[in-house]
């Protein structure tokens, strides 16, 4: 079969644009499925107008350190905590005028480990025993942590604690759902990951009775957590940082 | 040439010597180790897989688990009959099977002088009866 210039130059064109075609199709494709299954990173609202309400409740702490098994060490050297309260002046030291001291004394701020999108202290773990996984959840694998305490030094808010004896003996009822830890290792709050396979929300929330704190996924818009982001003012814990905390206090 | 019986007499000595433990061993009679006494499960009648590989891999399984969960988050275990467990050393392997550390785990272990490479430190001995009766 005899092919004239002119044909072949057609044919090879259409080629090309078929080519095209095909690429800017499969790229439509792969960026809908993409916005499809968006990651989950969950966060947490911490209500402080609720969250004073009842003085001194710690109902939200003793919950959490139950259920975890965390030690109650007498000396505040060995203190363990995954979740506790301090001065608000001290957790935003920047957000205050002589005339709110007087509101927010004697009514301590809830914290704990902020889950961070960009966490310093993952990066620094040299066994790579500390993680974020796909939910957002900054984790800590205690199989393999070694205990040098380069993620308590890179952690900002002071979210971790180090276990410098044997936690058993201090712990005051053992909950055999969850392992307690070991002398040596280094723990912080895991946002309850164990209760969210189960699809539960965090012991805290549960506990709380004010309902000042709104647990729920930060990257879903309709969501109750971002609804109360977007109605409400916001802060995070030292956000100049660049950590973007996923713990927000509603002011 | 007049050495060759002392040579020969010194060659057979000195292998006598040497081999003298294998006929230690065959003469005096064989000493028969009871094997350890575990107690087995009163519920469970199968393993999450076949006896012979838990007895020679459990560890190796465990160790799995372990890093599926902690690292992937995948806590369902397909076993080999299709049976589906929860990868949990202290539920599902203690309370809902075993049912004692010390009466399975440890007997086995100190029998055979293995470290337990300390699981227990961390997770829970106790079984947890009340929820897992049936």
């Given at each position: 079969?005899?092919?004239?210039?002119?044909r072949?130059?057609?044919?090879?064109?259409?080629?090309?644009?078929?080519l095209a075609?095909?690429?800017?199709?499969?790229?439509?494709?792969?960026?809908?499925?993409?916005?499809?299954?968006?990651?989950?990173?969950?966060?947490?609202?911490?209500?402080?107008?609720?969250?004073?309400q009842?003085?001194?409740?710690?109902?939200?702490?003793k919950?959490?350190?139950?259920?975890h098994?965390?030690?109650?060490?007498?000396?505040?050297?060995h203190?363990?905590?995954?979740?506790?309260?301090?001065?608000?002046?001290?957790?935003?030291?920047?957000?205050?005028?002589?005339?709110?001291?007087?509101?927010?004394?004697?009514?301590?701020?809830?914290?704990?480990?902020?889950?961070?999108?960009?966490?310093?202290?993952?990066?620094?773990c040299?066994?790579?025993?500390?993680?974020?996984?796909?939910?957002?959840v900054?984790?800590?694998?205690?199989?393999?942590?070694?205990?040098?305490?380069?993620?308590?030094?890179?952690?900002?808010?002071?979210?971790?604690?180090?276990?410098?004896?044997?936690?058993?003996?201090?712990i005051?009822?053992?909950?055999?759902?969850?392992?307690?830890?070991?002398?040596?290792?280094?723990?912080?709050?895991?946002?309850?990951?164990?209760?969210?396979?189960k699809?539960?929300?965090?012991?805290?929330?549960?506990?709380?009775?004010?309902?000042?704190?709104v647990?729920g996924?930060?990257?879903?818009?309709?969501?109750?957590?971002?609804?109360?982001?977007?109605?409400?003012?916001?802060v995070?814990?030292?956000?100049?940082?660049?950590?973007g905390?996923?713990v927000?206090?509603?002011? | 040439?007049?050495?060759?019986?002392?040579i020969?007499?010194?060659?057979?000595?000195?292998?006598?010597?040497?081999?003298?433990p294998?006929w230690?061993?065959?003469?005096?009679?064989?000493?028969?180790?009871?094997?350890?006494?575990?107690?087995?499960?009163?519920?469970e009648?199968?393993?999450?897989?076949?006896?012979?590989?838990?007895?020679?891999?459990?560890?190796?399984?465990?160790?799995?688990?372990?890093?599926?969960?902690?690292?992937?988050?995948?806590r369902?275990?397909?076993?080999?009959?299709?049976?589906?467990?929860?990868?949990?050393?202290t539920?599902?392997?203690?309370s809902?099977?075993?049912?004692?550390?010390q009466?399975?785990?440890?007997?086995?272990?100190?029998?055979?002088?293995?470290?337990?490479?300390?699981?227990?430190?961390?997770?829970?001995?106790?079984?947890?009866?009340?929820r897992?009766?049936?």
């Amino acid at each position: 079969m005899k092919i004239t210039r002119k044909r072949f130059l057609q044919l090879s064109g259409l080629s090309l644009i078929a080519l095209a075609a095909r690429k800017i199709v499969r790229g439509a494709v792969n960026t809908a499925t993409v916005e499809s299954t968006k990651a989950i990173r969950w966060g947490m609202a911490i209500d402080l107008e609720k969250c004073r309400q009842k003085e001194g409740c710690n109902g939200c702490i003793k919950a959490c350190h139950s259920a975890h098994n965390v030690p109650q060490f007498a000396d505040r050297a060995h203190e363990v905590k995954w979740i506790w309260k301090q001065p608000f002046e001290d957790v935003f030291p920047f957000a205050q005028t002589q005339y709110t001291r007087d509101v927010n004394a004697g009514h301590p701020v809830l914290l704990m480990c902020n889950h961070c999108d960009d966490p310093p202290c993952i990066d620094v773990c040299p066994v790579d025993a500390t993680w974020r996984t796909d939910d957002g959840v900054v984790t800590i694998d205690f199989h393999r942590c070694i205990g040098c305490r380069y993620c308590m030094a890179a952690c900002p808010y002071g979210s971790r604690s180090f276990n410098w004896q044997d936690p058993r003996p201090a712990i005051p009822t053992l909950n055999p759902d969850f392992p307690t830890r070991t002398k040596g290792v280094v723990e912080k709050c895991n946002f309850c990951e164990e209760r969210l396979a189960k699809r539960l929300a965090p012991v805290c929330v549960e506990a709380c009775e004010e309902k000042a704190l709104v647990f729920g996924d930060l990257e879903q818009p309709d969501s109750e957590i971002r609804k109360l982001l977007r109605s409400r003012f916001a802060v995070q814990r030292k956000p100049e940082l660049g950590t973007g905390p996923s713990v927000y206090y509603l002011i | 040439m007049n050495d060759r019986p002392f040579i020969l007499g010194g060659l057979i000595v000195f292998v006598v010597f040497v081999t003298a433990p294998i006929w230690h061993g065959v003469a005096t009679r064989k000493i028969a180790l009871a094997a350890p006494e575990i107690k087995l499960p009163v519920r469970e009648r199968e393993c999450v897989a076949p006896v012979g590989y838990m007895r020679t891999s459990h560890m190796q399984l465990l160790d799995d688990w372990r890093e599926e969960v902690v690292r992937t988050g995948q806590r369902k275990y397909v076993a080999y009959n299709r049976k589906v467990y929860e990868k949990n050393l202290t539920q599902t392997c203690l309370s809902a099977c075993h049912g004692s550390r010390q009466e399975f785990c440890d007997r086995c272990h100190n029998y055979n002088g293995v470290s337990t490479l300390s699981c227990w430190k961390c997770h829970s001995d106790t079984p947890q009866v009340a929820r897992n009766s049936p």
